[in-house]
């Protein structure tokens, strides 16, 4: 099988980069810096959006990072990392591999408010509010969740939600801290420690998103 994961740094394509090196599973990597690349008709016949991800798998592309990890957790089950349709917790596990986009949307436009939008004077700090608030409540639903003291969002243990979930927390944490919701915390260090996240995350020289750990509108 020959898989293709067209990929930006730090981006939400960051979630199927972590799953397949989770899996163990081999695998290209092309990455973009993201720029106008995205735009070029090749990508945008992978992605018509030009958005990454992109994934190519024998000669079929994809687009939809949600639709990636569910469509590699059935191609390699034995990897444990999804929860089989009519298994115990398949609905959780959907529900929180898919909870990663309630927090992508609000990490989108904090990264446009605080960093995208020119002039800087047409960023609105009400936006970036809202925003801030909006993405603490799906913290305080994580914390929620992980406040009975378990280690992954399973109860039967690490899974692709954990990485979904987790890399949106990761772009998150570079507008929202998260100090306020300890379970959260606690989770989202031991998720972050495995040896396939810190391999999906860029290495040096590698073109990035984000070069400072923390943003806000004030800073800028
Ligand atoms: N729901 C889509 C969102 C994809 C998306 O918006 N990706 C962003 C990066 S995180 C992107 O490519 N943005 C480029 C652009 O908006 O031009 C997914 O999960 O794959």
């Known amino acids: 099988m020959k898989i293709r994961l067209h990929h930006c740094h730090q981006t939400r394509s960051m979630r199927v980069l972590w799953l397949l090196n989770e899996m163990g599973v081999d695998f290209e990597l092309a990455v973009y810096p993201f720029d106008g690349s995205l735009r070029e008709p090749d990508f945008l016949a992978m992605s018509p959006a030009g958005r990454v991800p992109a994934l190519e798998i024998d000669g079929q592309s994809m687009f939809e990072s949600g639709a990636m990890l569910e469509y590699l957790c059935d191609l390699f089950p034995e990897t444990g990392m999804g929860r089989a349709a009519g298994s115990e917790e398949r609905a959780e596990w959907l529900v929180w591999l898919h909870f990663a986009e309630t927090i992508g949307q609000h990490v989108a436009n904090l990264n446009q408010q605080i960093l995208f939008i020119y002039p800087p004077e047409a960023r609105s700090p009400v936006v970036v509010k809202l925003e801030g608030k909006r ?24 899974s692709a939600a954990d990485i979904a979930v987790g890399q949106s927390v990761y772009m998150l944490r570079h507008f929202v801290r998260t100090s306020d919701f300890p379970h959260v915390e606690v989770w989202y260090h031991r998720i972050t420690a495995r040896p396939a996240f810190q391999k999906s995350l860029p290495q040096d020289g590698d073109p990035v998103l984000w070069a400072q750990q923390f943003y806000s509108l004030e800073a800028e």
């Open 135 to 158: 993405a603490e409540k799906c913290l305080a639903a994580l914390e929620d969740k992980l406040a009975d003291g378990r280690d992954h969002l399973l109860r039967s243990g690490f």
